[in-house]
T-cell receptor
């Protein structure tokens, strides 16, 4: 089955620790995205990547880092510099290309991160 | 500036009622795309529809229908004969090209729909 997987589903972190959230897709999509969702709010873009070995900051990149070494994978690291990391994190992918704004983004099941 | 407004925070209806979810957007561009997604309690966003700014035809898919009106910058979503399984948070989103060659979705804050049996 083609799709996007995220792991783990639930993640608990102690203050001061870095954690990495996994996102894998087998849709052969060029573009991948990370969003953060807080209760009662829409999704906010953290980082996105339109091609392997390239990524750009979104609206709320501070305290986060990413890598895009493979087309299929776009892991997100939540660093200790992120002051309020408790949230629901969603990964998405789309075909990408020069008219990427026309794309439909497809989402993974999400990871719920809680800082203890 | 781009903006998507979903003024209805939460709506409750009784099963079999029709319900309309409102979406109003702001954009400077003449070329843009609009989307609706459903987020059930499991959390995953499920794609429902994509509409480009040049296509103002209404669309019907089973019990779902969408009314796109550029004159009022609205893209409203109607569920006919609602069912308990329709209970979810629904998001409207806008995408338009950016001068830098990049782009992003602008999401509304979502409308929580509760369908009561």
């Amino acid at each position: 089955d083609g799709g996007i997987t995220q792991s783990p589903k639930y993640l608990f972190r102690k203050e001061g620790q870095n954690v990495t959230l996994s996102c894998e897709q087998n849709l052969n999509h060029d573009a991948m995205y990370w969003y953060r969702q807080d209760p009662g709010q829409g999704l906010r873009l953290i980082y996105y990547s339109q091609i392997v070995n390239d990524f750009q900051k979104g609206d709320i990149a501070e305290g986060y880092s990413v890598s895009r070494e493979k087309k299929e994978s776009f892991p997100l690291t939540v660093t200790s510099a992120q002051k309020n990391p408790t949230a629901f994190y969603l990964c998405a992918s789309s075909m990408g290309g020069t008219s990427a704004y026309t794309d439909t983004q497809y989402f993974g099941p999400g990871t719920r991160l809680t800082v203890l | 500036a781009q903006k998507v407004t979903q003024a209805q925070t939460e709506i409750s209806v009784v099963e079999k009622e029709d319900v309309t979810l409102d979406c109003v957007y702001e954009t400077r561009d003449t070329t843009y795309y609009l989307f609706w997604y459903k987020q059930p309690p499991s959390g995953e966003l499920v794609f429902l529809i994509r509409r480009n700014s040049f296509d103002e035809q209404n669309e019907i898919s089973g019990r779902y229908s969408w009314n796109f009106q550029k004159s009022t910058s609205s893209f409203n979503f109607t569920i006919t004969a609602s069912q308990v399984v329709d209970s979810a948070v629904y998001f409207c989103a806008l995408s338009e090209p950016a001068t830098s060659g990049t782009y992003k979705y602008i999401f509304g804050t979502g409308t929580r729909l509760k369908v009561l049996a």
